[in-house]
């Protein structure tokens, strides 16, 4: 019951006319990283605060990934969906999301991702999370969930010793 | 009247009125029973003279009986005897009276003095058939008996009022005891129990008469019940009021709690950017271009922390409104095209007014009301992702404000802000004004909007209402009052 609820609600967010740039974010404004992950594994990073983005992006990309960023939830609904659809030859490594983001949240996320059976690791950061918070991301099988102010170091750190150095 | 005093009156009128009659009787009793008497005894009377002349006139001649009867006459003064021609007038006919030797005639005289008159004929005794020689009329005087009559009636009058006078004190004396004092102590009970002292019981026994030991036991029973629905009543709001203690204090610790997660989660972020970027700097990763840009970034998001505590300060220490004469049209027409124009565009909003082209005067501090309107805009708008419409309408109203504000009913200026968007829950509704309150997803909204234009309206003597329906959209109204006395 829950699996076709999230899905539906993945598939629902889909659809919703609402993002700013209707036809996908690499259209109206490609990144610089754009062609490069589409054809090797990449980190995908979602957070709606551009300069926390921004930080996030610069550190794992000193680390030695590729890296890919959603300003939204809807966002990263649309780009989670087109992988698993198979529209991309890129593999995704892992996924950095925030919890509470406009649109849709990174526990919801995690949940569609478990309900289609899509093995993909999870970090998760919030910003003074609450123990049922930390309580539900563990049952739904995240690799780790940041307290916001959180080192970016110890972030980078989990992510290197999860999927290792690409 | 109490009830005894008429007990006491009834019997005694009652009582004067049977002994009153039986007076009476006993006195037209009494009067025949004399009045027989004296017609016999007349009547014996004259039936004796007359035998006793009718032999003295056979054997000495008439002279010597008619001495004889003067001589008797004489003798016995208590009554008068006189010989009668039965030709005088006085004496009735034959063919008027009965066919006896001796009969009676009762004669009233005028000076109340009753007379009785008897008379008994005198024949010849050798030819009885032969015509009547005279008569003897015994007369005799009522008037003694009569006093005697009166005198014992008056005896009986005397003894009634002594029976009506031992009744009236009896009576009045059991009353008080048997009507008074039960129902004196029925009183006090029943007064007892309306000042609520339910534990108060009449003690009444059956020597205080049925009735009465019946209705007091009657009050105890009412007075126990009552009692315990009273303990049943004073426990539920006992244990009410502990409740509600207990739910304020939940309901203040939720709404700290709200406050403080609000506050961490807008916190948050910034907080990671400038340590993310504190870090760059002391493991030397930027340059010093590099470094420039990051104390920049650090910079901005200081200031973002502290504008979120700049309002919540203002939040907590609002001051008041700064008031002065502004048309309300005008300034929310301003206030909702700049919103409009920054925001609804991209959403597919479209904004449609109503009684925003004439002026709409009131006494208000000129930004906090911007402050609202731009709120309740702002608001609309982003209830409607997929697009809608928001109407903004301004008229005046004759409006009732919700109970518990101390506000009086009369005309306001009502803005109403409606939008087609997702609307909001009934239990949302509930707590949409308070602090931190918040539906949307973060960075659109801190959860104090709604508060602070509350807080706000209410400052300026209106206040805020939000009507909406899930899927239909939602309507806030502002009442402003048209007269403001300073």
Known sequence: MGQFASLRGLRKLQRKPCTDRPDGPRHATPHRHEARILKSPYLLIAEDDADLRALLSIAFERA?????????????????????????????????????????????????????????PVFLMTAFGSQEVHAEAARLGANRCFDKPFDIEALVGAVVRTVGIH | MRIATKLVVGSTVGMLFVLTIHAILTFRREMSVIDADRRQEGQRLAHAMSLAVGLEWDQAGKEEALALLNDVATRDS??????????????????????????????????????????AEVRDSAHPTASTRGAIQITQVLSDEKVRVQESLMQLAFAVLIILLINAVLATLLSRRWVQRPVAKLLVMAE?????????????????????????????????????????????????????????????????????????????????????????IRRNQVDAVGAVKSAEVIGAHAGRITNIIKQLLRFSRRSGPERAEVDLAELSKQASESMLSAYAHKRGVTLKTHGLDEPHLAFVDATQMQQVVSNLVMN?????????????????????????????????????????GTGISNEEQQHIFEPFFTTKDVGEGTGLGLSISYGIMRDHGGWIEVDSELGIGTTFSMFVPLRFDA
């Open chain 2, 78 to 119: 208590d009554v008068q005897m006189r010989w009668v021609d039965m030709k005088t007038p006085n004496v009735p006919r034959k063919s008027e009276r009965v066919d006896s030797a001796a009969f009676t005639t009762f004669e009233e005289n005028g000076d109340s003095q009753d007379v009785l008159h008897s008379y």
């Open chain 2, 192 to 280: 007892n129990v309306g000042n609520g002292e339910f534990s108060t019981r009449a003690t009444l026994t059956r020597r205080s008469g049925r009735e009465f030991s019946e209705l007091g036991s009657a009050l105890n029973i009412m007075a126990s019940r009552l009692q315990e629905i009273h303990t049943a009543r004073e426990e539920e709001y006992q244990r009410r009021i502990a409740s509600e203690a207990q739910l304020q204090h939940a309901e203040r610790l939720i709404t700290v709690g709200k406050l403080a997660s609000g506050v961490a989660h807008e916190i948050g972020t910034p907080l990671n950017v400038i340590t993310g970027h504190a870090d760059m």
């Open chain 1, 64 to 120: 030695g990934y590729r890296v890919a960023q959603c300003s939204n939830g809807i966002e990263l609904v649309q780009r989670l969906q087109s992988v698993i659809e198979g529209k991309e030859d890129a593999k995704i490594l892992a996924l950095v999301t925030d919890i509470r983001m406009p649109g849709v949240t990174g526990l919801s996320i995690l949940e569609g991702l478990n309900d289609l059976g899509v093995p993909l």
């Open chain 2, 380 to 420: 609309g708008i982003q209830a409607m992702e997929a697009g809608g419409t928001l109407t903004i309408g301004l008229h005046t109203a004759e409006a009732t404000p919700p109970a518990g504000l101390g506000l009086e009913a009369g005309e306001f200026l009502c803005l109403k802000v409606a939008d087609t």
